[in-house]
């Protein structure tokens, strides 16, 4: 059972736009904690896609939109392709627990239908 | 290109302990601005923190594992390394390690390519 909750797929159709939620509490998200999005694609190591809840790392497609508030975060994905079938996993840091706590979400599938 | 490789037994029996290296090259394991991580992923599951360490030698740990888990740093050879004691089939995952932000802003950045360690008699 993961600190951060993500609903454990979405799907859409080429061209759709899909959203993928990570919800937290008050010790990790709503403590102002900043929020990364990981990207993993089948059978190779995760790759950072979102960092600083909003901010893409270098080659990065603008496709691919991050946001927080509150208690929660959001992925959206544009003009979805079929590259983008992939997990996607959310990650934050919770204070209960010990300082610089890293917790991440239990992932997403993407299906792109 | 900054670039991590783990390496290590890929086998590992039951009550034993698990020993992992990450080699880093094309920077410095030293940088003041960097924690050093271990992450893992039972097959078909989701990712799981181990715990970070910065070049210093401070380590902080998940919760969940810190009874079992030491984290350590070489920074003459550019490694770290981590060592998981008294394993159990539960610890088998694929295990990555990863640069991590000294802030709450960066994120992990860098990842290994990751490597299986299976724990069976």
């Known amino acids: 059972q993961s600190v951060l909750t993500q609903p454990p797929s979405v799907s859409g159709a080429p061209g759709q736009r899909v959203t993928i939620s990570c919800t937290g509490s008050?010790?990790?998200?709503?403590?102002?904690?900043?929020v990364h999005w990981y990207q993993q694609l089948p059978g190779t190591a995760p790759k950072l896609l979102i960092y600083g809840n909003s901010n893409r790392p270098s080659g990065v497609p603008d496709r691919f939109s991050g946001s927080k508030s509150g208690t929660s975060a959001s992925l959206a994905i544009t003009g979805l392709q079929a590259e983008d079938e992939a997990d996607y996993y959310c990650?934050?840091?919770?204070?209960?627990?010990?300082?610089?706590?890293?917790?991440f979400g239990g992932g997403t599938k993407l299906t792109v239908l | 290109q900054l670039q991590l490789q783990e390496s290590g037994p890929g086998l590992v029996k039951p009550s034993e302990t698990l020993s992992l290296t990450c080699t880093v090259s094309?920077?410095?394991?030293?940088?003041?601005?960097?924690?050093w991580g271990w992450i893992r992923q039972p097959p078909g599951k989701g990712l799981e923190w181990i715990g970070s360490i910065y070049y210093s030698g401070s380590t902080y740990y998940n919760p969940s594992l810190k009874s079992r888990v030491t984290i350590s740093v070489d920074t003459s050879k550019n490694q770290f390394s981590l060592k998981l004691s008294s394993v159990t089939a539960a610890d088998t995952a694929v295990y990555y390690c990863a640069r991590q932000g000294y802030d709450f802003w960066s994120g992990l950045d860098y990842w290994g390519q990751g490597t299986l360690v299976t724990v069976s008699s």
């Open positions: 094309g920077g410095s394991i030293s940088s003041s601005s960097y924690y």
């Open positions: 008050s010790s990790n998200i709503g403590a102002g904690y900043d």
């Open positions: 990650q934050s840091y919770d204070s209960s627990l010990s300082p610089m706590n890293v917790v």
